[in-house]
């Protein structure tokens, strides 16, 4: 459409770039209070701990969902058939996440409703398990993606997923997976030394050090085997510029190591990985030295760099064919229509800035230990 400014491929990199973002800031934002939910049974070892470390997660936790659902509607949106897709194909998968997230509110607001210690412990592994979960899950799908899931189409186009949910659990994507939780754990970590007192903030910056260590070894485990022995996907045919979506005008081959070739290509890109290893370590040592701001801060450059490499070393692919490699959903092809990506741009440009101007502020508004007080009679508190 010569009247929109952006071509349709520039507009199609935008999303790309866009989606990454979005998914950036909710394994950023959201990822601190799932891993402080992980860490509930562990740092908390008396009921007031355990109120303590819910007080600190309990005014954000709905704030950040906003990322989460942000990311989801930026996939319905601009990348149709991959939602499609992803939701059919990992729909158990997607059901136990959802169920995990929806069980978090239910926690929050019952656990305190019935002063007993059975009723407040199982509440308080429902919060385990509603951090665990996602972590695992998100970890996982982005290591079946890495693999390649066994997607086709049939003749109208209709997305045929002829996978199962156990055979997402691969060695390498559980290997993915603990990355997810382990990085959502040392994060985690981060906030509760930075909003609570001792004794809690000294379990949690040891948490946090060893979470850190092996998130670096992990996510390194990860880049070594992916370098050595997992194949790549390679677009082998000659893509018409700016063509309207249809995954099934390309050729694709799968290629040893041709997830590593963006980083070639462009050397840039090696940063995210980078980031990834250099902020876990950073984090360990920040953690060690009592830095609380600044191992949050190394734990979310961590966190970026490691949400980030997937999708640098698989880009133009969003989700790869492992049966029918030609058939793989790319940011080329995959794509919602010129004006439907320029007029969500526009929408993009106008709102995006107006929710980190308010999440700035609520963070401001919020910043500080969690104070002792809040239980007091009259005090606001889960």
């Not at 058939?327 to 929710?355: C, E, G, N, Q, Y």
Request: net charge neutral.
């Amino acid at each position: 459409m010569h009247h929109i400014p952006l071509d349709y491929d520039t507009l199609r990199v935008i999303w790309w770039a866009l989606l990454g973002i979005l998914l950036i800031g909710f394994a950023v934002f959201d990822g601190f209070d799932l891993g402080t939910a992980m860490l509930l049974p562990i740092l908390g070892r008396t009921d007031q701990e355990r109120r303590i470390l819910i007080n600190s997660i309990g005014p954000v936790w709905e704030g950040n969902q906003v990322w989460f659902i942000l990311g989801g509607g930026a996939s319905f949106a601009a990348w149709p058939p991959v939602y499609a897709a992803a939701f059919s194909g990992f729909y158990i998968a997607m059901f136990v996440t959802l169920l995990a997230l929806i069980l978090r509110p239910v926690a929050f607001k019952f656990r305190g409703k019935i002063d007993n210690a059975l009723w407040r412990q199982t509440w308080d592994w429902a919060l385990f398990f509603g951090g665990l979960a996602p972590a695992l899950v998100f970890g996982v799908a982005i290591g079946s993606l890495l693999q390649g899931v066994p997607l086709r189409f049939d003749d109208e186009l209709r997305a045929i997923y002829e996978g199962s949910f156990f055979e997402l659990f691969t060695p390498f994507a559980l290997l993915c997976g603990a990355v997810s939780v382990w990085m959502l754990v040392m994060h985690g970590a981060a906030y509760v030394q930075a909003k609570t007192i001792e004794p809690i903030a000294g379990r949690a910056r040891q948490a946090g050090m060893i979470a850190s260590v092996v998130t670096f070894v992990l996510f390194a485990m990860g880049g070594v085997y992916v370098y050595a022995h997992l194949n790549g996907y390679a677009i082998v045919s000659e893509i018409a510029p700016s063509a309207p979506s249809n995954p099934l005008r390309k050729s694709v081959e799968v290629v040893a190591g041709d997830w590593m070739r963006n980083y070639e290509r462009y050397p840039w890109s090696a940063a995210a990985p980078a980031l990834g290893l250099l902020g876990a370590l950073l984090a360990a040592a920040m953690f060690a030295l009592r830095k609380e701001a600044a191992a949050f801060i190394c734990s979310a450059a961590a966190v970026a760099g490691i949400v980030a490499t997937p999708g640098f070393a698989m880009f133009p692919f969003l989700m790869p064919s492992s049966i029918e490699p030609n058939v793989s959903l790319t940011a080329w092809d995959a794509s919602s229509s010129h004006l439907t990506l320029f007029v969500m741009l526009i929408a993009v440009i106008i709102f995006l800035p107006i929710v980190l101007a308010y999440t700035a502020w609520v963070y401001r508004v919020l910043r500080g230990k969690v104070p002792s007080r809040i239980f007091e009679p009259g005090g606001h508190a889960y």
